[in-house]
RNA sequence: GCGCCCGUAGCUCAGUUGGAUAGAGCGUUUGACUACGAAUCAAAAGGCCGGGGGUUCGAAUCCCUCCGGGCGCACCA
């Protein structure tokens, strides 16, 4: 809004010949870091000195003269420091932004600014050789609230699992699986080389033997119990999803991809467009002369396709789906796995349509110690464990405050204490006090204004949530569903410093009613924003 | 050796694509409940932004180069 109002004064000045007519390039608006400085500022003239040939100040001042802040909400603009224009609101915003709140409680935040995007987003896209873990924790939090940061932005997102139910690692999870229907039938438990010695399929184990009784020898009837054994690992999988508020669209079966023949059709598909060549008795694929290291092996010299080519032909797959956007959201083991795949998109002849998003590694810590990971036999501790401990709420915040692309410390004791040292439950509390204040007594029928929401701190609490649709469209445009946990804090914090200067019970019946609808207002955005998040909102604690 | 991520307060981390006096939480210190939830609030101390060069009006941010920590470099998935 102000950025398309600044634009609009810069042409105007361009136009009355004030100011030279350069190509002018997006103007970007910020947030001060010192209050002093308004609610809103920008830096455009600064930016445009170079290319005007002239001092910052004047550029701002001319913008400024042109500027139309009409039906704006905004009361002035003001050149300061070396050129900045600085915005202040005025009390317009107040009562649009309450009523905005208030009005439409379910949908405040949203807006359609990306609905011309359509988006496959793939996260978490675990093995299903085991339940899921810790390692897959924070892809989850991350994936599940980046794609409902887009969804509130207005974008189509489909949330997908793809799930690698294909190939050798199936065989030996089968393999694995009658190892422990053997152990069932009162044999000595042999591990499978290369196998999965988990408890779980002991379990599994114990359905199969009830179902189906012992199964036959062979390799065909190994990957009869693999398939089996994938079928009840995805359904505990689904299930840990579910209690971790995580909640996926669609679940892609990589060996369905096979079947259906989509990795023949992919690797004729480059065959015709002589991306590929054979030598060594394998099948390669020219990505080096698509910005990769080297040449890869799309088909084993005993002609089995490798994973490369499987997983180019389900992302093949995906912009046949009509996606304009794919997005990847992968562990830092999958780097290199990375710039393959986007060599072999280029192949495809589908450049930039791929995006790899890499979450990076993360650390169970205690205070100041590591914890382990695995467990003996190899198994990382399973996510179900972590939920248990600490909570889902706490989770997927401490998850979700910290940008993807650093490395995380996850400290278990500050997880679980519940204080003021924890941030998950500052913000909580400041939704719970304000239920609690709700709760009191019904508001009194009166005329009020927001107009008289004059004290900084009552201000202060509309700024923040009259910012929040930015925040969402923000978090969205750059991927960055870290910011909201940010805001959370911000919010929150507003609202704990309202409180303990102002009563709202008590004081003249048009205070106590602003004050409520203030208080309301904060609480529906609090929640609406934690619900983005996962992470539940209490009326009490 | 090559590629990527990271290095910012004692600790964990932000830093809005190069802007104003580098921020937050925790921890530490000091204050604030006979009124709506003190799980809160107010304030203080704490920094060569890993080192060194460069680019320009201006650098934590961009480039080069070292130093440290992590991850990855398969006819595995």
Same mark, same amino acid.
């Given at each position: 809004?102000?950025?398309s109002?600044?634009?609009?004064?810069?042409?105007?000045?361009?136009?009355?010949?004030?100011l030279?007519?350069?190509?002018?390039?997006?103007?970007?608006?910020?947030?001060?870091?010192?209050?002093?400085?308004?609610?809103?500022?920008?830096?455009?003239?600064?930016?445009?000195?170079?290319?005007?040939?002239?001092?910052?100040?004047?550029?701002?001042?001319?913008?400024?003269?042109?500027?139309?802040?009409?039906?704006?909400?905004?009361?002035e603009?003001?050149?300061?420091?070396?050129?900045?224009?600085?915005?202040?609101?005025?009390?317009?915003?107040?009562?649009p932004?309450?009523?905005?709140?208030?009005?439409?409680?379910?949908?405040?935040?949203?807006?359609?600014?990306?609905?011309?995007?359509?988006?496959?987003?793939?996260?978490?896209?675990?093995?299903?050789?085991?339940?899921?873990?810790?390692?897959?924790?924070?892809?989850?939090?991350?994936?599940?609230?980046?794609?409902?940061?887009?969804?509130?932005?207005g974008?189509?997102?489909?949330?997908?699992?793809?799930?690698?139910?294909?190939?050798?690692q199936?065989?030996?999870?089968g393999?694995?699986?009658?190892?422990?229907i053997?152990?069932?039938?009162?044999?000595?438990?042999?591990?499978?080389?290369?196998?999965y010695?988990?408890?779980?399929?002991?379990?599994?184990?114990?359905?199969?033997?009830?179902?189906?009784?012992?199964?036959?020898?062979g390799?065909?009837?190994?990957?009869?119990?693999?398939?089996?054994?994938?079928?009840?690992i995805?359904?505990?999988?689904?299930?840990?999803?579910?209690?971790?508020?995580?909640?996926?669209?669609?679940?892609?079966?990589e060996?369905?991809?096979?079947?259906?023949?989509?990795?023949?059709?992919?690797?004729?598909?480059?065959?015709a467009?002589?991306?590929?060549?054979?030598?060594?008795?394998?099948?390669?694929?020219?990505?080096?002369?698509?910005?990769?290291?080297?040449?890869?092996?799309?088909?084993?010299?005993?002609?089995?396709?490798?994973?490369?080519?499987?997983?180019?032909?389900?992302?093949?797959?995906?912009?046949?789906?009509?996606? +304009? =956007? $794919? %997005?990847?959201? *992968? !562990?830092? @083991?999958?780097?290199?796995?990375?710039?393959t #795949?986007? &060599?072999?998109?280029?192949?495809?002849?589908?450049?930039?349509?791929?995006?790899?998003?890499?979450?990076?590694?993360?650390?169970?810590?205690?205070?100041?110690?590591?914890?382990?990971?695995?467990?003996?036999?190899?198994?990382?501790?399973?996510? +179900? =464990? $972590? %939920?248990?401990? *600490? !909570?889902? @709420?706490?989770?997927?915040?401490?998850?979700? #405050?910290? &940008?993807?692309?650093?490395?995380?410390?996850?400290?278990?004791?500050?997880?679980?204490?519940?204080?003021?040292?924890?941030?998950?439950?500052?913000?909580?509390?400041?939704?719970?006090?304000?239920?609690?204040?709700?709760?009191?007594?019904?508001?009194?029928?009166?005329?009020?204004?927001?107009?008289?929401?004059?004290?900084?701190?009552?201000?202060?609490?509309?700024?923040?949530l009259?910012?929040?649709?930015?925040?969402?469209?923000?978090?969205?445009?750059?991927?960055?569903?870290?910011?909201?946990?940010?805001?959370?804090?911000?919010?929150?914090?507003?609202?704990?410093?309202?409180?303990?200067?102002?009563?709202?019970?008590?004081?003249?019946?048009?205070?106590?009613?602003?004050?409520?609808?203030?208080?309301?207002?904060?609480?529906?955005?609090?929640?609406?924003?934690?619900?983005?998040?996962?992470?539940?909102?209490?009326?009490?604690?």
């Amino acid at each position: 809004m102000i950025r398309s109002r600044v634009g609009e004064a810069i042409v105007r000045a361009q136009a009355a010949g004030e100011l030279p007519a350069v190509a002018v390039e997006r103007v970007e608006v910020e947030v001060p870091a010192d209050p002093a400085h308004g609610d809103y500022a920008t830096n455009a003239a600064m930016m445009l000195a170079r290319p005007m040939r002239m001092a910052p100040s004047r550029i701002a001042q001319t913008i400024v003269r042109y500027l139309d802040l009409r039906d704006s909400s905004l009361s002035e603009a003001t050149v300061a420091g070396p050129g900045f224009v600085n915005f202040r609101l005025g009390d317009d915003f107040k009562a649009p932004t309450l009523q905005a709140v208030l009005g439409d409680p379910e949908h405040y935040g949203a807006s359609r600014a990306l609905a011309h995007r359509h988006v496959l987003l793939e996260f978490v896209s675990a093995n299903p050789t085991g339940p899921l873990n810790v390692v897959s924790a924070r892809a989850a939090a991350f994936g599940d609230t980046l794609a409902a940061v887009l969804e509130c932005a207005g974008a189509r997102v489909v949330r997908e699992f793809y799930v690698n139910d294909a190939g050798a690692q199936v065989l030996r999870l089968g393999q694995s699986l009658r190892a422990r229907i053997l152990e069932q039938t009162g044999q000595p438990f042999v591990p499978v080389e290369q196998g999965y010695a988990g408890e779980y399929l002991v379990d599994v184990a114990r359905a199969y033997l009830q179902e189906h009784g012992v199964p036959q020898e062979g390799a065909d009837a190994d990957r009869e119990l693999g398939s089996y054994a994938v079928a009840a690992i995805m359904a505990g999988v689904r299930q840990d999803l579910l209690t971790y508020g995580v909640r996926f669209d669609s679940f892609f079966s990589e060996r369905e991809l096979h079947e259906r023949g989509a990795v023949r059709d992919l690797l004729a598909e480059l065959q015709a467009r002589g991306e590929t060549y054979a030598a060594d008795g394998a099948v390669w694929i020219r990505t080096s002369a698509h910005g990769d290291d080297k040449d890869r092996v799309v088909v084993r010299s005993d002609s089995t396709p490798t994973y490369l080519a499987g997983d180019l032909a389900y992302h093949r797959d995906k912009l046949r789906r009509g996606f +304009t =956007e $794919l %997005v990847d959201v *992968v !562990g830092p @083991d999958h780097h290199s796995h990375t710039r393959t #795949m986007e &060599a072999g998109m280029r192949a495809l002849g589908a450049p930039g349509r791929l995006r790899y998003l890499v979450v990076q590694h993360m650390r169970l810590v205690h205070g100041e110690t590591a914890v382990k990971m695995s467990k003996r036999g190899g198994d990382f501790v399973p996510l +179900t =464990e $972590l %939920v248990a401990e *600490v !909570g889902r @709420d706490a989770a997927r915040f401490f998850f979700l #405050m910290r &940008a993807h692309t650093s490395p995380l410390d996850f400290d278990l004791e500050l997880a679980k204490r519940e204080g003021q040292e924890n941030p998950v439950f500052y913000v909580q509390y400041a939704h719970a006090r304000i239920q609690s204040l709700l709760r009191q007594a019904d508001a009194p029928q009166v005329n009020w204004s927001a107009r008289d929401l004059d004290h900084p701190e009552e201000r202060q609490l509309l700024v923040w949530l009259a910012r929040f649709p930015e925040e969402v469209l923000w978090a969205a445009e750059r991927m960055e569903p870290h910011r909201l946990t940010r805001y959370a804090q911000d919010l929150a914090g507003a609202f704990h410093g309202f409180y303990t200067r102002h009563r709202i019970w008590g004081e003249a019946p048009e205070v106590t009613a602003r004050r409520l609808a203030l208080a309301q207002a904060t609480g529906i955005v609090l929640r609406r924003c934690l619900a983005l998040l996962g992470v539940s909102a209490p009326d009490r604690m």
